[in-house]
């Protein structure tokens, strides 16, 4: 198994700055690639951004120039440095994992994860 934790999400103004991080710790073969999506309340699930392990990035068209993912310090760890929030940033980030992990002598290809969520909240 495989396990993915958020941390950094809370609430911040208008114009603020907040990082998250995820780890990803557990049975893990390889990290292919790490991301972050989000929902907001009545909302669907949205893709944020996302990094290979070649280091290549990818973000939502929307969020480009004021997020920017990258590969923590401490292996399988992603942060994400979310710049000139605004109140529709508000949702709950949810990290996400794409990888190879093995378990009781079997090796299982391009598993998906996804952490628990973190709270962001943009508000004055």
């Known amino acids: 198994q495989v396990q993915l934790v958020e941390s950094g999400g809370g609430l911040v103004q208008p114009g603020g700055s907040l990082r998250l991080s995820c780890a990803a710790s557990g049975s893990i073969f390889s990290i292919n690639a790490m991301g972050w999506y989000r929902q907001a309340p009545g909302k669907q699930r949205e893709f944020v951004a996302s990094?290979?392990?070649?280091?290549?990035?990818n973000y939502a068209d929307s969020l480009k120039g004021r997020f920017t993912i990258s590969r923590g310090n401490a292996q399988n760890t992603v942060v994400l440095q979310m710049n000139g929030l605004k109140p529709e940033d508000t949702a709950v980030y949810y990290c996400n994992a794409d990888g190879d992990t093995f378990n009781s002598g079997h090796y299982y290809p391009n598993q998906n994860y996804w952490g628990q969520g973190t709270q962001v909240t943009v508000s004055s």
């Open positions: 990094i290979i392990s070649g280091g290549r990035t």
